[in-house]
Structure formats: C-alpha cells, structure tokens
C-alpha cells in the first residue's frame, strides 16, 4: 500500500504564494502518477493538476492553469504544488492522490489519497 501526507497548507492574502508537499510512504510511489484534488465547503472534489510517474508530463484545471505547477522529487518520494497568484476562490481542503495508471483528472482513478490540508485565502 501507499501512505501519503500532505503539508504546506495555510492562511494566505490573495496574490499569495504557498507551496504543498505530499510525501509518500515508500519507493513504490515513484512509478505512480501523482495529482492534487481540492474540496470547498458545499461543492464536490476537483481536479486541480498533476503529473504523470515519470514528470514528463503534466495536466492543470482551467481554473489555475498558469498559476498552479506540479513537480515532483523521486528521490524524496514528494510530490509539489506550487501555487502562485492565489485567489479567495481557491480556498480549499487540498488532497493529493496517487494512481498506478496514467495522469488522469478522474478521482476514482486514484487508489490512495492524503488526509488533506487546508489552504484559506483572504480578500
């Protein structure tokens, strides 16, 4: 099995920065593709980017394509979310999410899932 744990999460203004770390729990996380979800209050869990097992691919929501990356570190069995530019509307609980099959925006592609940390961004 996989065990991930996300880190990073906080109160920001807008136009913000924060970084998310998801850490895995063994070298098997290094061939999984690995995506960050995001949850706010009322609405349902959403794809927000991702990258594939090897980094040479990666995939964003419309909603932050060109302020949100996706990176990775095998190495360190951590996946990245650099978020930029950030806005009230990104306010979140923010999951990230392993698959053993290609990059894919789908949830119930992902097997295994964080227990989410929230992101609050103030106006």
């Known amino acids: 099995q996989v065990q991930l744990v996300e880190s990073g999460g906080g109160l920001v203004q807008a136009g913000g920065s924060l970084r998310l770390s998801c850490v895995g729990s063994?070298?098997?996380?290094?061939?999984?593709?690995m995506a960050w979800f995001r949850q706010a209050p009322g609405k349902e869990r959403e794809f927000v980017g991702g990258?594939?097992?090897?980094?040479?691919?990666?995939s964003y929501a419309d909603s932050v394509k060109g302020r949100f990356t996706s990176s990775r570190d095998n190495a360190k069995n951590t996946a990245y979310l650099h978020m930029n530019s950030l806005k009230p509307e990104d306010t979140a609980v923010y999951y990230c999410?392993?698959?053993?099959?290609?990059?894919?925006?789908?949830?119930?592609?992902?097997?295994?899932w964080g227990q989410g940390t929230q992101v609050t961004v103030s106006s």
């Open positions: 063994g070298r098997t996380v290094s061939s999984y593709a």
């Open positions: 990258i594939s097992w090897s980094g040479g691919r990666t």
């Open positions: 999410a392993a698959s053993s099959r290609l990059l894919s925006n789908i949830k119930r592609e992902y097997a295994y």
